[in-house]
């Protein structure tokens, strides 16, 4: 006698292999020699400097090359992720499997003095920027303003991330915060 899978009701369903001591938020991936294995669902990191625009929460003097923002970042959700003070402030990824991520950072930005200034930001992997991960703004003094940078790339584990800027002279830039949302699935 042959039974359909989609006519089996009540007791006689069964939940997927292993599916007891699986964690949360994962799901089961088939490995294409007939098994598989559950992993996560995806992986992401929330950080953030904190807001202050009567005390910068964080001043970077900026040239006319690319420079790392070294600013503190407070994980506020690090599932694969961890932040890094050392050499630089980065975002090293963690996860055993590669995955796909959408980074998006969210700049409150102001010059300390002097005449505008055309400010860059990139976001940069392994030391290399990020191929269209580059955004420009004007910055004056005593004028907040906010800066939007995103971008997509494949993260394996130990790779890592960094904010890059630079400016068309030197500069003294204030910012009133930093807001990072990186959030990865798997390939």
Request: no cysteine; glycine share 8%.
């Amino acid at each position: 006698m042959t039974i359909q899978h989609s006519t089996i009701t009540g007791a006689d369903l069964h939940e997927p292999k292993g599916v007891a001591t699986a964690a949360n938020n994962t799901v089961y991936v088939a490995n294409g020699s007939a098994s598989g294995a559950w992993t996560p669902l995806s992986r992401y990191l929330g950080a953030y400097t904190g807001f202050d625009s009567t005390t910068p929460a964080y001043t970077h003097s900026t040239t006319t090359s690319d420079t790392v923002l070294n600013n503190t970042f407070t994980a506020t959700e690090n599932n694969g992720f961890t932040v890094l003070t050392s050499p630089n402030t980065r975002i090293r990824y963690d996860g055993t499997e590669t995955i796909s991520v959408n980074v998006l950072i969210s700049l409150s930005t102001e010059q300390a003095s002097g005449s505008n200034k055309e400010v860059e930001w990139a976001l940069y992997k392994n030391g290399s920027a990020i191929t269209g991960a580059r955004s420009l703004r004007t910055l004056s003094s005593s004028s907040w303003g906010s800066i939007t940078l995103s971008g997509f790339t494949e993260l394996s584990t130990n790779d890592y991330l960094e904010i890059f800027t630079k400016a068309d002279g030197a500069s003294s830039i204030l910012y009133a915060s930093i807001q990072l949302s990186i959030v990865g699935t798997k390939k």
